[in-house]
């Protein structure tokens, strides 16, 4: 599928973005489910993050793989750095592989087990997720929070990567507007939807702190000094093709409560971590 000629290494170097939109926009729409704005904003963040692009020995992590993974794994091999993901859906990883073989791959000629490493179980485990990274003598350089979406999940998420962080770190989250705290209820009532069931109504206690404050809470109680970033997808997501091309798709998600297009200026937001 992806045997496709993409240009030379120097037209490629030259123009970066638009070889990586070129793979997005080329995957199904199962696992690319950020809009291209939020895409070019991860890249945005981590070719300007000096601790990634310098010889920093520090790791990238990403809980949940999708179109992020192209990005990222774009940046472990140009770098040398290694990509960590975590994904509950092994078919899911093995695509996004067998994608990355035949772009990244072919443009850097190294071997991509040498700088992504995948595993196919839960990002808070104490053995196999974020925690392990202690054993192996890992920091974190850059993260990107994008797995069950709801703050059960993103917290535990958060509070071990912090143990873990470099001076200098990005922290960035995905659907960083929601504010489920035990059950991603919009994504429940999508797949009630296809079922044909009724959609379930939200407790009340299930709501609480938008992501991005409870993440700014968070790393600034234990880093002071931290701060957002601003990032560049809140200056070009309103004109995103990304929102008209799964129009269908997307107008249903956001009566289920899904897509919340009311709220999609923070859909995403990024961290500078300062110790």
């Known amino acids: 599928m992806y045997d496709f000629y993409f240009g030379e290494n120097e037209q490629i170097f030259k123009d970066e973005k638009n070889y990586l939109l070129t793979v997005k926009r080329m995957m199904p729409r199962w696992?690319?489910?950020?809009?291209?704005?939020?895409?070019l904003a991860?890249?945005?963040?981590?070719?300007?993050?000096?601790?990634?692009?310098n010889e920093s020995k520090g790791v990238i992590v990403e809980t949940g793989c999708g179109a992020s993974t192209?990005?990222?794994?774009?940046?472990?091999?140009?770098?040398?750095?290694?990509?960590y993901t975590w994904?509950?859906?092994?078919?899911?990883?093995?695509?996004?592989?067998?994608?990355?073989?035949?772009?990244?791959?072919?443009?850097?000629?190294?071997?991509?087990h040498n700088n992504w490493i995948y595993i196919g179980y839960l990002s808070t485990s104490k053995e196999l997720g974020i925690p392990m990274l202690a054993e192996k003598n890992e920091s974190i350089d850059f993260?990107?929070?994008?797995?069950?979406?709801t703050s059960d999940v993103l917290v535990p998420e958060l509070l071990e990567a912090l143990k873990l962080v470099n001076d200098k770190a990005v922290f960035a989250l995905d659907d960083a507007n929601y504010r489920y705290r035990h059950k991603n209820i919009a994504y429940i009532n999508v797949f009630r939807k296809k079922l044909h069931l009724p959609p379930v109504e939200e407790p009340p206690e299930n709501l609480g702190e938008c992501y991005y404050d409870l993440a700014e809470s968070i790393i600034k109680e234990q880093f002071p000094k931290s701060f957002k970033i601003k990032d560049s997808y809140k200056d070009t997501f309103k004109e995103d093709i990304f929102w008209s091309y799964f129009s269908n798709d997307r107008a249903i998600m956001n009566s289920l409560g899904m897509e919340k297009m009311k709220?999609?200026?923070?859909?995403?937001?990024?961290?500078?971590i300062q110790k």
């Open 143 to 149: 993260g990107f929070f994008d797995s069950e979406h």
């Open 263 to 272: 709220e999609l200026e923070h859909r995403y937001d990024s961290f500078l």
């Open 87 to 112: 994904d509950t859906n092994q078919n899911k990883l093995s695509y996004i592989r067998s994608i990355i073989c035949d772009t990244h791959q072919r443009v850097f000629q190294k071997a991509l």
């Open 70 to 83: 192209i990005v990222l794994s774009y940046f472990a091999l140009k770098y040398n750095k290694k990509l």
């Open 42 to 53: 991860i890249y945005d963040d981590l070719n300007t993050s000096n601790i990634v692009k």
């Open 31 to 39: 696992c690319n489910s950020i809009p291209d704005s939020e895409f």
